[in-house]
């Protein structure tokens, strides 16, 4: 690890090398966050990377280090899950990841993460402006997979793989553990699907190789600190938490 580091520095990284405290800064605060809430590795990190990375790299590293992070937290939670209604959210994200990853490396996503910002600023404000809501009618599993459709797109263009979907679960008004059996499932296979996309597009270079490596330990640490701190929140707490960070969610995603 130390001689990658030293490689690291001499390359200097196409002259960002001296930003590197700031992204195992950023890494590590992504992980955190990540770990108590279930999500948003990608909006925190990306919120600092998209400064010194390119939008690629940053697609690349959120799957490569989220696929590690929600990897970690699903095997934990894997008493909790239910297939059943776990697959039509991961069968809708099969068919979108593809497009997601498509208008990544072909297009401009520009429009679409604006776009997707707005949605979900707009949602952020109005949940959190009510303390309570009534939770939505099991509308089924076509309506499910519509979601997972929309939510792989989504994490093919930016790598945040489980933000709509989280954005769903709480519609539901689903408890904190439930709907972490759901969204974190989700957002793996996710993850699991952009990075081999993207791998297939050759899009893993030797730079974006170096900093996953040298982000590991910010990120195992992260991790780590985030889990201890999930199983001292209630629901109502948990639900906050969730709403602010798709409120910075939305606003990384329009700025």
């Known amino acids: 690890m130390q001689e990658l580091f030293a490689l690291f520095w001499s390359e200097r990284m196409d002259g960002m090398s001296f930003e ?18 279930g999500f948003a590795f990608g909006l925190i990190a990306a919120s600092i990377w998209l400064y010194i990375l390119t939008p690629l790299q940053t697609a690349s590293l959120i799957i490569a280090f989220g696929l590690i992070v929600q990897g970690y937290s699903v ?11 776990l697959w039509p959210f991961i069968f809708g994200a099969a ?14 996503p520009g429009d679409v993460r604006v776009g997707v910002g707005v949605v979900l600023v707009l949602y952020s ?14 509308p089924g599993a076509g309506v499910d997979g519509v979601v997972g459709f929309l939510n792989g797109v989504l994490g093919g263009i930016t790598g945040l793989a489980g933000i709509l979907v989280t954005v ?19 957002a793996v ?3 699991l699907m952009g990075a081999l996309w993207i791998g297939t597009k050759g899009a893993f270079s030797a730079e ?19 889990l201890k701190l999930f199983g001292r929140l209630n629901d109502a707490a948990f639900r906050k938490i969730v709403l602010v960070l798709l409120l910075v969610s939305g606003g990384v995603l329009v700025v």
């Open 208 to 226: 974006t190789i170096k900093l996953f490596l040298i982000g590991l330990p910010a990120l195992f640490a992260g991790t780590w600190l985030g």
């Open 125 to 138: 404000l109005y949940a959190l402006s009510r303390p309570a809501f009534r939770p939505l009618n099991a």
């Open 75 to 85: 095997w934990k939670l894997r008493g909790a899950l239910d297939w059943r209604r």
């Open 20 to 37: 590197l405290p700031l992204f195992i800064v950023a890494t590590f605060a992504g992980a955190l966050v990540a770990g108590l809430s």
């Open 95 to 108: 068919l979108g990841v593809p497009v997601g990853v498509t208008i990544l490396t072909w297009g401009d």
């Open 168 to 186: 769903w679960c709480g519609l539901r008004g689903w408890p904190k553990d439930v709907q972490r059996a759901v969204f974190q499932p989700v």
């Open 189 to 191: 296979a996710t993850f």
